[in-house]
């Protein structure tokens, strides 16, 4: 397996079936026990690091976004992540995960558009949108609904 390939499957989570997108996002999911920045930080890491790992894998496809390229779900999981706590309860993760997975499957509103983007530039931009969407809920919760455990 080729470095670009390595990131850009998470160390080979990408290959797992079924639903290797699912697998990728659950990956990164224990890093919120670093915190809300921690999380923000190795969201930009990823995003770094899988634009670059993308950009190698499809030189001769700038059209694809093949299934086992997971680095994106891992950094649009973390930019939800990043809008927890610092005190996340088990509730608000679970919640973090759902809210971007549904936002990346059903590519939703600014995700399906960005879902149309090509190349490694497309590839990393529906899973940050999905991301920050969640993000976006989870902050709206946390101000107008604080008694809520997340």
Avoid: N
Avoid at 44 to 73: C, F, K, N
Avoid at 92 to 106: H, P, S
Avoid at 119 to 143: C, E, S
């Amino acid at each position: 397996m080729t470095p670009a390939k390595f990131v850009a499957t998470m160390g080979g989570v990408g290959l797992v079936r079924p639903a290797p997108g699912t697998w990728g996002s659950a990956l990164v999911l224990p890093l919120v026990l670093l915190g809300p920045a921690a999380c923000l930080g190795l969201a930009l890491l990823l995003t770094l690091a899988g634009y670059w790992a993308v950009r190698q894998v499809l030189a001769d496809d700038r059209q694809a976004d093949p299934g086992w390229v997971v680095i994106d779900e891992g950094a649009g999981q973390l930019l939800v992540l990043a809008a927890l706590p610092s005190e996340a309860t088990g509730w608000g993760v679970v919640l973090a995960f759902l809210l971007f997975r549904a936002f990346d499957v059903y590519k939703i509103g600014p995700v399906g558009w960005a879902d149309r983007r090509h190349g490694a530039f497309g590839v990393m931009l529906d899973d940050l949108v999905a991301g920050a969407m969640g993000a976006v809920v989870i902050l709206l919760l946390r101000v107008f609904w604080p008694e809520v455990p997340i």
